[in-house]
């Protein structure tokens, strides 16, 4: 966290700037002198790589910038721990790679005509990395453990609708009515209303199977000796160093075409660089600042894949304080930030622009033609309709990154151009978030990654007026009628008219404009020419890393 008086804002930020500015530059020029001498590395290391010391030949090495929270599905809440836990763990069901809903251990499913009641059949002799079937017991106790307050799980929601959830979870039942074993490999569960998006909770690592005899074997300690179906097995977690998995040879799917994957945990961005271009580490996720030096390097640029994520970019307007409280300066705030030059120029093009709340991959079939454009001019104009004509002062909260802080500077100059004068804030990232779920920011800059692929997952947690706070509303938005469109949403199993209501959902949010809705970003890899078959998706929890190969080199 960044410490400063109000006095003197103004000079430190600004000698903030210059020193980041001078320091960047410097680390700039020592990268591109340390790439220009090594950039051949990698084609040297391709005849002698299984030779190395280093590498362990057919081992997959990547990299994670930050040690793994936990490998519990009860408690995965972060990205990097459900990358891992995808290939460990498998569910009833999962995400293929057009994101559909497709059989993992379940072989057929079915639902009712009126979405409440669901019936798994099991694939048989599915097997733990201990060697136990499994059967659908093992689901039944997977679910309740989520719901059992002594797991003190924070994914209750993903199986709070079912059937007899609410009395297991406040201790008046011994299990959840709802969930069904009907025989080894039949399961059924029974929901309390129609809810459109069961499957979609289903593919979600909360719902992964655990075996209860390990789990009561390692009790908290399970987080660190996962038995799962998946197929990799966790053959040791060093903290803050590596993460070591073998491939299933067991495994019921497709089987790995590498031996295994080591995940090397390098919290510094140049450490990694320097480690890729080495040759030990065959994937790298591209830093932003490395970006156009790998785009423009004829050698790297056919070695780069990019995927727009399920994401959404957005400076967060508090609409219970003033002047936020009013729709009209909100609808002036989207009008006087020049996004799409933002995007171009700090972002160099990594996404695209947002139009609203919704990533367009999850209305595939709706076409967008509203929004906000760049005009100061409209901006300037609601101000004065709204009572502001000289404008306001405001405090924009952010985590402590520098990314961030860049584009928020930036925007700062765009506010300054129609009387918006506004001090950023930045926090340490609980202290951040902390603050914002007791609404002491007037606005803030933060991005919305989707659980599931639904546009639901867009609207519900982040504008329903249910979720103030903590559940994601952290505008502490409210609209009744946008309350009642996405509850009527949640329950309307046909897919079309489910995408008309979200369309109507959005276009109103877009109207009421709780947030400023900035770009849905693109993320990047590179990899070295001896990797193969590397596929990327817009969410986690969908490679279970099968498809990548290590090339046989000479």
Known sequence: MRYFSTNNLEVSEKQG???????????????????TLTAFVPLLLWGCQEKGKQKLPCFLYLRLSSNPTTLDPSLIVDVASANIATKLFNGLVRFGEQMEIEPDIANTFEASPDGRRYSFHLKSNVRFSNGREVTASDFKYSFERILNPQTRSPRTWVFSRIKGAKEYMEGKEQEVSGIKVKDKYWLEIVLEKPFALFLQFLALPPAYCV??????????DFSFHPVGTGPFILEHWRHNLTLKMTANSDYFGNKAKVKGIIYRIIPEDLTAVYEFYSGNLDLLPVPQAEFKRYLTNPQWKQMMKGVVGLNTYYLGLNCQRPPFDNPIVRQAMNYCIDREKILKTMLEGRGILASG????????????????????????????????????????????????LEILEVVQKYLEKV??????????????????????????????GADYPDAENFLFPTFHSGNWGAGGNRTFFKDTKIDRLIEEAQKTIAKEKRF???????????????????????????????????????????????????????
């Open 500 to 554: 008309l209501l979200y369309q109507e959902i959005e276009k109103r949010v877009i109207d009421q404009a709780p947030w400023v809705f900035f770009w849905h970003k693109k993320d990047y890899v590179v990899t070295q020419p001896w990797v193969k078959g590397v596929k990327l998706y817009p969410m986690p929890g969908v490679d279970k890393g099968t498809a990548v190969y290590i090339e046989e080199r000479q």
């Open 211 to 220: 075996p209860k005899e390990e789990v009561e074997r390692w009790k908290t």
């Open 357 to 404: 709340p919704i990533p367009p991959a999850l209305l595939t079939d709706v076409k967008k033609d509203f929004g906000y454009n760049y005009n100061p001019n409209k901006a300037f104009s609601l101000l004065k309709k709204a009572g502001y004509p000289e404008g306001f002062e405001i405090k924009i909260y952010q985590s402590s990154d520098q990314e961030s």
């Open 17 to 35: 700037s210059r020193l980041f500015q001078r320091s960047h530059l410097r680390l700039n020029w020592i990268l591109h002198l340390f790439l």
């Open 419 to 448: 009387g918006v004068r506004a001090q950023i804030i930045q926090r340490e990232w609980s202290s951040f978030m902390e603050a914002l779920n007791k609404r002491e920011a007037d606005a803030f800059w933060l991005s919305w």
